[in-house]
């Protein structure tokens, strides 16, 4: 019913600065969670970023002063601008939503993106 698409993933140097974007369709990101995962390889999943049905916002320690999450809601969107890029930041970003009232348990996220690479050097 729900499906993800993000954009906006590339090569960067470190210092640098990315803008991701997920398209979303089937339903509003208005009343869903919605959150940014990243992978690294040998590393679990973390969650980055979240953004609850009224606009709130929490982050991974690590992101905190340096990524903003956000929605732009009459266009169905979510991002994710990451600023001053560190190669600890590198990873396979995935979008990630749920129509589920608790935003904050990673476990109740179901719908997924592809995923989009980002590599900081």
């Known amino acids: 019913q729900v499906q993800l698409v993000e954009s906006g993933g590339g090569s960067v140097q470190a210092g640098g600065s990315l803008r991701l974007s997920c398209a979303a369709s089937?339903?509003?990101?208005?009343?869903?969670?919605m959150a940014w995962f990243r992978q690294a390889p040998g590393k679990e999943r973390e969650a980055v970023a979240g953004?609850?049905?009224?606009?709130?916002?929490i982050y991974v320690d690590s992101a905190k002063g340096r990524f903003t999450i956000s929605k732009d809601n009459p266009k169905n969107t979510l991002y994710l601008q990451m600023n001053s890029l560190k190669p600890e930041d590198t990873g396979m970003y995935y979008c990630?939503?749920?129509?589920?009232?608790?935003?904050?348990?990673?476990?109740?996220?179901?719908?997924w993106g592809q995923g989009t690479q980002v590599t900081v050097s």
């Open positions: 990630a939503a749920s129509r589920s009232m608790f935003c904050t348990l990673a476990r109740i996220y179901t719908y």
């Open positions: 089937g339903y509003s990101v208005s009343t869903m969670c």
């Open positions: 953004i609850v049905h009224d606009g709130s916002t």
